[in-house]
């Protein structure tokens, strides 16, 4: 049994953490709206009153918020992780962010004594709930060997692909794919329709050839139905494409149908759809082939 | 034991002949080029020496080749398949072409008592191969449950998804979708070498979470290690994103990525690597971000 | 005074016709719909019936039709222009089509001792009413200089371009030079009113410098005023788009950003405003961004 | 007569302050590179040692320096102007940079009561030569007009356009304009060339009628004839599309073309073209269509 604090109990975070629970662990959770924090009481965890009483007796801190931002100030604040966090500790970041910010967290923790892994996560919330994620983990191999009991309660695939900052990298290099099959399930589907093909002997086709996907397989019912409860949402997913193009761009990689994508998740967005699940990427298709009237 | 004429024994045309030969079936092909239809005799068949030869006799013609004008050629010409086959016969034509000559090829082919199902397939040489081809059928109800006997020899999908003509729509849509998830795999693969990540570790997990795709499956590899033996060819690819971009615009459909995917297969094809794997769009986004030098 | 057969009395043709009247020729018209050619007599033109009646005694025959099947119907079918011309005679074709098109029917022309050129225009409504038309001409050189004097009442720019066909391909790129040019200029309106910058005073300073383009001088300030009467329709800039497209994936050159706008410009007419002039694609940024709400 | 310091003589900043010194004033000169200060002090003006000696008695400061951190650090750090300004000093800042940092700037300026006033230009190195360049402020309008007598003297057209960091958003729609039209332009001549046409005519025509710009007048001979000394870089300009893109995505604007155009730039600097002039898209083009081998 170790002590983990949980630092962000939101849709992805409240199910790990229950998954933490349930595989014997003491979890202190704390979340900024509290109900979330009481849920967890309730599934058997701890209740922490702010940061620095989740994580000052914890032997590993698991944080899990929105953006580059929430992550600087959730431990990098005077109020942060790495101002409570115990000698020795080990971090684990599963939020989504900009490499450049996991790599500049990951030395301010290793100033502090603080072992710090990056560890974004694949799959959205139905990944989160049947612990079936995947997790791309970026740090030192053996801090990430450290976090890797705490990740197979969670993920399906846990994987090391490199230094700080790496699993972001492929977090991003993810999205980018993701968005992509998205859209270009979407634009078959309305071409399809147009032409008054049978979608659904179609997607079985297609599945079966060199066009499947998981997005094609998990993905693809819901939209004929025009389904978009999220899942994972566009106003989330058009920020790691932001992340994505920057990361790109600081590269000096041309990724143009990656911008491309990016460009119409910001039209989707702009449009009002950016609390629908990603795959409303439909919706923009259908709209700029005027098939929405 | 049916007597089937096969014409176009090329890359794909010659195992899938073979598969049926396997089956029981009397197979009598025909080719262009000699040597092809040399092999199929080895092979157990039988040789035609022309169109008119092998299909007088035939309950069942397969026609496998190129492009639009070869299906015209070959099937509607005054030595083609229509002028020889026998009232009732059945044309199964595995050609990837334009939808609307396969609605003429089977309005012709009504005329003339011939019952016609336009049944591209996907899969390419591996899954001609393995017979493990996804086959999109095109045709009226009972004319392609008529065809579906020696499609499932070749194929482990074979599925009706519209009238005449569908088939083909579908094949159309197929082809946008592969040549968009080669694209997105291949700017996730040069973003990743960019920055320095172990593209093996990275691949495992993007293929482990909704990034997952037949694509990365068969294709990452040969990527990543720059092999781009054919498979299915760039110039191929190119002339079936000519259909597919042609089809949208036709039905009004807007098709944002799948036309800009189409620029970029023009362009790796333009630069002269029309011969290789269409993977090879790796080439093209390695000289797009100047590390071909 | 020339003797000169006008076929094709729409929005561009009537003013046109209009001026070589005014310069002194017996212009004798013809249009599908009656009207059209009662104006041009009050103008102070003749009456056709018919093609073949327009035609038969003209030194000069000039057709102004929408699109490459009609041009093949006007001319080449048998009741055409060039069933009833007068060998000699001297065709100009103001019509936008398809190169392809323009050299078969200019080959049918020489084949009947018919002079034929190709001089698509560029200007719309406003150039043909001024006379201020910019003109490029294919054709033989003998064959295009006497086509000048009559080119030159209605045009201020007047070139050849090279052989057959020339004219129109010249136009294709004007055309997606154009659609090109009219989507920048949306994107940075649509961009500096986000910002809740001075449009017009942006405008003036953009002009001013290497921003600056005949499109910014003729049509910002209507974009501004959301004013999108034709002038120039999206339906046949939509069709132009197709014909420069279909025309670049012949010669193998890869266009990108041709191709992507003319996507933008399928979306515009599929969105339902294919009537509109072809400055409308700002309706289509601000619906991308969101600001149409 | 003004005391004006002038921080940053380089391609372009030289020219302008020489025209300063022409008008009468008195201009003391900064540079981080001796020689370019030399060359002023023969032009007439003042050579200062340092940012703080060149600013301690100056009524009007100009910097014209690459990038935003130049202007960070030339500005705000403790060696910088606003360290040692006169209080009521005038600060034009004529640099391209991000319209949040010229915010951040004016702000900081405010405080210690120096004006400011955001102006960046465009024209280039020709403009700045000919003092005809296009000049787009932002700031309060009485600032503004006291800076106008200055930009006067090296600008043909100067422009208010709105509040502090204006200036500069309105110079990023600029240069995706500049960006496009150029792009369009090389699209548009690798196509005429495919096809055989004559360009020299082609683009006279084009030039004449709505296709015309200001790129098209300036660039296409020099494009024509593969000279691409700069002018302008493509290393400069990719900067000034990141600015655009970013400035896009924080105002929650598509902008599809300009963000397209980013990548080809993007690309274009990956191949090692950065140091040659921004017209050099044609190369991009030429090589995407396999024409440069």
Known sequence: MTTIAFIGLGIMGAPMAGHLIDAGHDVVGFNRSRPAVDALVERGGR???????????????????????????VVLSPEGVYASAKPGALHIDCSTIRPDVARKVAAAGVKLGVRVVDAPVSGGEAGAKEATLSIMVGGEAEDVEAARPYLDVVGATV???????????????????????????????????AHGVDTEAALAVLGGGLAGSTVLNRKAAAMRAREFTPGF????????????TDAAREAGVAIPIGAHV???????????????????????VEQLSGRDL
Do not use: W, Y
């Not at 620095?52 to 953006?67: Q, S």
């Not at 699993?167 to 993701?178: D, E, I, R, S």
């Open 233 to 244: 949402r566009v106003d989330l997913h058009h920020k790691d494409l932001g992340i994505a």
């Open 159 to 193: 994987v090391h692909v490199g230094p700080a900052g790496a699993g972001q990298t492929v977090k991003a290099a993810n999205q980018l794919v993701v968005a992509g099959n998205i859209q270009l399930l979407a634009e078959a589907l309305v071409f399809l329709e």
């Open 47 to 73: 209740a922490a009153s702010c940061v620095a009483d989740a994580v000052h007796e914890a032997e590993v801190v698991i944080t899990m918020v929105p953006d580059s931002p929430d992550v600087e100030e």
């Open 262 to 284: 990016a460009q119409l998740m910001e039209a989707l967005r702009a449009t009002g759809h950016g609390e629908l699940d990603h795959s409303a990427l439909l919706l923009l």
